[in-house]
Every structure is written in C-alpha cells, then in structure tokens.
C-alpha cells in the first residue's frame, strides 16, 4: 500500500510539474537550456513514420511563423526543442537564425532525423498569430497531438489573413497621432493619416511581391514622400517633416531591432548581428527614400524643427500606440493592457527629462519600465513578452530622430546631422541596455527557479550531458 501510494504521489508530482513546463513556456519565462521535460519515449499513438514525415515539418513550419510574425530567436529555438522532447526525441539540436532553421531530432532508438528550411520574411508582424502558435506548441508539451491534429491545427492558423480593418484603422492612427506627437498640427497629422492609407495598400498588395524588405520600403517611402512633397504645394502650411515622420513610423524596423537586441543578448550572436545589420538597411533605404522624394519635389527645403508639448506627447501616445497595437495586430482583449503601457512608458520618460538634463537616463529608465511590464503581463497572460514589450516602447522609437538625420545628411548640414544622429543613438542605446537588464535578471531569477524545481521533483526536469555547458558554449 505504502509503495502505491509513493508511485501516486511521484505521478501527482510529474503531472503537476509537466502542467507548470507547458505553461512557462507560452511565454519568455521558459525553463533554461540546460534543464528540460523528458519523456524518454515516444507517444503510443506516433510513430516514428509520423514523427519524422509528420511532426518534424510541422516544427520547421511553426518556427518560420514564429519568426515571421516577431518572435525573437531564442524563444523559436526554446520551443522547438521542447515540443520535440514532449514527442520522445532523446536530443535536440536546434539552430535558428533570421534566414535558416536547422532541426537534428535524435530518437529513442538512436537514429537523427535532420531537416532544414530557408526562411520566408515576406509576411506581417501579427501577434494574435504568434499567441496561437505559441500556444499550439504550448498543448503539445502539455500533451502531444495526433500529426494529424497538429498539422490541421497549425494550417488553420497560418491560413488565417491578416485582419484589414486593423491594418487601415491602426496605420490611420499611429500616422496621425506620431505626427502631432513629435510636433506636427491636425493638418499635419490629417495628411500622415491620409497617405498611411496608401502605406497599407502598398503592404497589402505591393509587398508580397516585392523583391526584398530594402526594396519595398524604398518604394514605400519614395512614393509617400512625393505625394506629401505634392500636397504641400497646396497646403503651404503643412509641416512636411512631421508628417513624413509619422508614415516613418509605420515602416521603421522597430521590432526587428528590438529582436535583434534581445537575440544577442540571449547569446544568439549571429542572428542578432545579421537581423540587425538587416535592420539597419531596411532604415537607410526608408531614409533614402524620403530624401529623394524631397528633392525631386523641391520641398526638402530646412523648416523650423517643432517639439510638442510635454501633455500634447503624453495623451497623443494613447491613440498612436493603440493604433500600432491595432497594426500589429494584438488581440483584442490585451488591446487596453498594451495601449496603457505606451502611456505609461512615455509618461515615465517625460518625467524623467523634468528631472535630468539629458535624454539617455530618462529613456533608459522608461525602458527598463516597459520591459519589467512586459513581462509581469507576459505572465499573466500567458504571451510572448515581444507583444506587450514593442507596443510599450513605440513612443521611445526614434523615428524623428532618423527623419533628421538624414535629411540634414543630405543637406550637407554637418552640426546638425551629427546632434541628430548622437540623439537616435542614444535612445536606440537606452532602450538596448533597458532590454539587458530586465532580462538578465528574469533569466536569472528562471535559472534559479528551474535549479529549485529539480531538487524538489528530480525525475522529471534531468540536466542532459550534452547541455551541460556553459549557455554560451551551447550557442
């Protein structure tokens, strides 16, 4: 009797133990890389046939999704590995970067099973997408599905289109209200607002066929800049600067650099290095963009720069980042959480310039707020940090910055281009170290929770001789 109720005991423990896994891993609070759940054999109702035709494609498929969608490297790379353990496989190799998976899958019986696949980045930011993807690999560690169910179920996700009323009404909303947020006036912000519509359309129907992302935003840009260069003609009092920065907010990189920051941070260092180089090219040629659009249309003539009011900045955040909440697509339901932390966050940065004369330690500690809420949410909800993380930080974005930048590059007004691109620099750095050090101390603190779980349960959570280096000699 006492030995039965020790092996009920020892189950009721694995279960619950299983159950906390699956649950940390549908968002950042994953287990570390040198503890795991094992099965140690596969499912009875897989084969090796479908585990290896079936099961292996679909996670070959979820990671390029996942990545397409603005999930960071290390959280794609964490969840194929422990939805392939969740399957039997004895080891995981799993190489991610921002243009390739690689997935080695060894089973019980020795043999590996290893494919690869050239990543697509033609599609949308989408976080609703990637909360179903997260959790569809969240069920599978829980409870490993048919390959079958989980190819039919991960179809109906892929096959679901980006949602058009979001896109229109959230570009509408961030272009208008950017423009006013930096220092434009409602006629400024009507004209960014009209010309996002174009921006969308050109997403809509002009990107997927386009070449590359460097391509499509060059296009992007040029035309937008022409039409607002245009219109400007008839509206002489239109700040043709504010309202060029509000459609560069639209189409400036901020979730491939803020991904690119956390990847290199995470240890990735060549993904992080290539998507942000990517990035960086991906910006020039929105900047180039606008600046041959100007000149063609003789209006890159120097205007007086203008700086909102600080209560202008403070309630204007609310409706631009709602409206990239809406142009990324965040659910509906973590609409209000999302939207708050953007005001909070920019609320936080206004305070600090009240206090310091500088702009790099009230960013930094606006950022570092906006991480610590992403992740206190993420784990609430049960999300990705990245859905709440890019939205709350979308105000610090410096795309007025880079809007100057280059434009007085081109003017050839050197002091000026230098002060312009000292500023960009030192938000892009602020929110950079602002990421560092949330995560350093939740990867430390999840370190220490996972070390604690094995000495509590032992069976279940094993450190595996291959992963018992170092994170990074294991990157």
């Known amino acids: 009797m006492s030995k039965l109720s020790g092996k009920i005991g020892r189950a009721v423990h694995e279960n619950a133990l299983s159950e906390r896994v699956g649950h940390a891993v549908s968002n950042v609070f994953l287990p570390s890389k040198s503890s795991t759940l094992r099965r140690d054999a596969i499912p009875e109702h897989v084969s090796i046939e479908e585990l290896t035709q079936g099961v292996l494609p679909c996670l070959l498929d979820i990671g390029e999704a996942m990545l397409v969608t603005g999930a960071d490297v290390n959280l794609v790379e964490r969840l194929i590995r422990h939805v392939g353990y969740s399957y039997g496989a004895t080891k995981m190799n799993v190489l991610v970067i921002t243009a390739s998976i690689i997935v080695t899958m060894r089973l019980p019986n020795g043999r590996e099973y290893t494919q690869t696949r050239r990543v697509d980045t033609t599609g949308a930011t989408d ?27 991960l179809d109906a996700i892929l096959s679901e289109p980006f949602p ?95 991904n690119a920051t956390r990847d290199m941070i995470a240890g990735d260092t060549i993904s992080g290095v290539m998507r942000f180089i990517e990035s960086l090219l991906w910006a020039s040629a929105l900047a180039i963009g606008f600046m041959a659009a100007l000149l063609l249309t003789g209006a890159g003539d120097l205007q007086a720069r203008v700086t909102a009011l600080p209560l202008v900045q403070l309630f204007t955040a609310i409706p ?34 009240t206090l310091v004369d500088n702009i790099f330690i009230p960013c930094l500690a606006a950022s570092i707020f906006g991480a610590l809420y ?23 974005i410096p795309g007025r910055g880079l809007f100057y930048t280059m434009k007085y590059a081109v003017q050839a007004h050197w002091p000026e281009c230098g002060e312009f691109a000292l500023i960009t620099f030192q938000y892009a750095a602020a929110i950079a170290i602002g990421i560092t050090v949330v995560w350093a101390c939740v990867q430390t603190w999840q370190n220490w929770r996972d070390q604690q779980i094995i000495k509590r349960h032992g069976s279940p959570m094993t450190r595996r001789p291959e992963e018992s280096t170092s994170s990074s000699e294991a990157e």
């Not at 070449?211 to 060059?218: L, R, V």
């Open 374 to 396: 992403s992740e206190v949410l993420a784990r609430i909800f049960r999300t990705p940090t990245s859905v709440f993380f890019i939205i709350s930080v979308i105000p610090l």
């Open 164 to 258: 058009r009323p979001a896109l229109y009404i959230g570009g509408i909303l961030a272009a208008s209200f950017f423009a006013v947020f930096f220092g434009g006036g409602v006629v400024d912000g009507v004209v960014a607002g009209v010309f996002a519509v174009l921006v969308c359309l050109l997403l809509e129907y002009l990107k997927p066929y386009a070449p590359n992302t460097i391509a499509f935003n060059f296009v992007a840009s040029f035309l937008a800049g022409v039409g607002i260069g245009l219109v400007a003609k008839v509206l002489p009092g239109l700040s043709i600067d504010m309202a060029i920065i509000g459609i560069i907010m639209l189409l400036i990189p901020g979730v491939a650099m803020t």
């Open 127 to 153: 976080f609703a997408k990637l909360e179903r993807l997260t959790s569809l690999c969240d069920e599978c560690i829980r409870c490993p599905l048919a390959p079958t169910a989980l190819r039919e179920k």
């Open 320 to 353: 631009a980042t709602l409206g990239f909440a809406l142009f990324f697509d965040v659910r509906k339901g973590l609409l209000p959480c999302a939207t708050l932390g953007g005001f909070l966050t920019e609320g936080i940065y206004l305070l600090g310039t």
